[in-house]
């Protein structure tokens, strides 16, 4: 609206997200009065579904690579926004409303996730999908243990990994840019634990090939 780009110093009327903020923002008071957090998971969600629906429809290669990727950005926000709304004041409809509804979680999972009480229900939730059975394997508070945010980023390089076998699609571009997404995050790691004299755990960075 005229409103939201009128408080933006870039009018995102002006950008490519314009039909998500059409789609996320009714009224330019929502930008002051809604929680900032809350707005960006609507915005992804309302990428993530768009995204998810023209891969789906360039069909091929591109379709067969690219929808399973973002099928688990999907359910990797749904979980993520579940365990981040514990202890809010978030109601069960809200934090449904957030959840991109393109992954292998909708809809049952995504069902049973808005009901979560705690984060164990949460890991019961999806060891009852095979897709994500394994994914708290060596998931802990442990010192050797992993979190559950990198168990997520390794099985996200093994699908972008995986997308370099496939010939003449476009997946490529997409994994290519995470991918180094990744080792900037792997450049961080490196460098915060000399920072800090914690070279101890300076291998604990996502392998990417």
């Known amino acids: 609206?005229?409103?939201?780009?009128?408080?933006?110093?870039?009018?995102?009327?002006?950008?490519?997200?314009?039909?998500f903020?059409?789609?996320?923002?009714?009224?330019?008071?929502?930008?002051?009065?809604?929680?900032?957090?809350?707005?960006?998971?609507?915005?992804?969600?309302?990428?993530?579904?768009?995204?998810?629906?023209?891969?789906?429809?360039?069909?091929?290669?591109?379709?067969?690579?690219?929808?399973?990727?973002?099928?688990?950005?999907?359910?990797?926000?749904?979980?993520?926004?579940t365990i981040n709304s514990f202890r809010t004041d978030l109601l069960k409809d809200d934090i449904e409303n957030l959840y991109p509804k393109c992954g292998k979680l909708f809809p049952e999972g995504l069902k049973f996730l808005k009901n979560?009480?705690?984060?164990?229900?949460?890991?019961?939730i999806c060891e009852?999908?095979?897709?994500?059975?394994?994914?708290?394997t060596g998931v802990g508070d442990g010192p050797n243990d992993k979190t559950l945010e990198d168990k997520f980023f390794e099985e996200e390089v093994k699908m972008l990994a995986l997308s370099f076998e496939q010939q003449f699609h476009f997946g490529v571009f997409y994994a290519f840019v995470k991918l180094k997404e990744q080792e900037n995050r792997n450049?961080?790691?490196?460098?915060?634990?000399?920072?800090?004299?914690?070279?101890?755990?300076?291998?604990?960075?996502?392998?990417?090939?």
């Open 116 to 124: 979560a009480e705690d984060r164990e229900e949460v890991r019961r």
């Open 21 to 81: 903020f059409s789609e996320c923002v009714q009224d330019e008071n929502d930008l002051d009065e809604m929680n900032i957090e809350i707005l960006r998971n609507k915005l992804y969600k309302a990428y993530f579904e768009d995204f998810y629906g023209f891969c789906e429809s360039l069909g091929g290669t591109t379709a067969d690579v690219m929808c399973p990727i973002l099928a688990f950005e999907a359910d990797r926000r749904a979980i993520t926004i």
């Open 128 to 136: 009852r999908f095979g897709a994500y059975k394994d994914l708290y």
């Open 187 to 209: 450049i961080v790691w490196i460098a915060e634990c000399i920072a800090q004299k914690n070279k101890n755990k300076i291998d604990n960075y996502i392998p990417i090939f």
């Open 1 to 19: 609206s005229s409103g939201i780009n009128a408080e933006w110093p870039l009018r995102p009327g002006d950008t490519p997200l314009a039909p």
